[in-house]
Nanobody, 125 residues
Framework: QVQLVESGGGLVQAGYSLRLSCAASGRTFSSGAMGWFRQAPGKAREFVAA????????YYADAVKGRFTVSRDNAKNTVDLRMNSLKPEDTAVYYC??????????????????WGQGTQVTVSS
């Protein structure tokens, strides 16, 4: 089992930045893909960013490309999401996800088998 705990969410004005962190514990996660997803009120959960187990491959949703950066530190069992130039439409609960079987999972929701509880990000206009 892998436990994932997100932190770093909050309320910010449009144009500002936030950094989300996800701390993993339990079974080692260094050999698995990691990802970030988000869910806005009344909408389905959507993919945000993904990173391979070595951190060499990343993938972003078009809506965040160029503004968000995903990174990981396998020694510390953490994965971060740096969010710049935030927009009101980025408002959502952000979830960290881990795959125990795939070195890279991209935006495939079904390839992630561990999920955090989520952290709220609210961007005001």
């Amino acid at each position: 089992q892998v436990q994932l705990v997100e932190s770093g969410g909050g309320l910010v004005q449009a144009g500002y930045s936030l950094r989300l962190s996800c701390a993993a514990s339990g079974r080692t996660f260094s050999s698995g893909a990691m990802g970030w997803f988000r869910q806005a009120p009344g909408k389905a959960r959507e993919f945000v960013a993904a990173i391979s187990w070595r951190g060499t491959d990343t993938y972003y949703a078009d809506a965040v490309k160029g503004r968000f950066t995903v990174s990981r530190d396998n020694a510390k069992n953490t994965v971060d999401l740096r969010m710049n130039s935030l927009k009101p439409e980025d408002t959502a609960v952000y979830y960290c996800a881990a795959s125990s079987q795939y070195a890279y999972a991209g935006g495939r929701y079904d390839l992630y088998d561990f999920w955090g509880q989520g952290t709220q990000v609210t961007v005001s206009s």
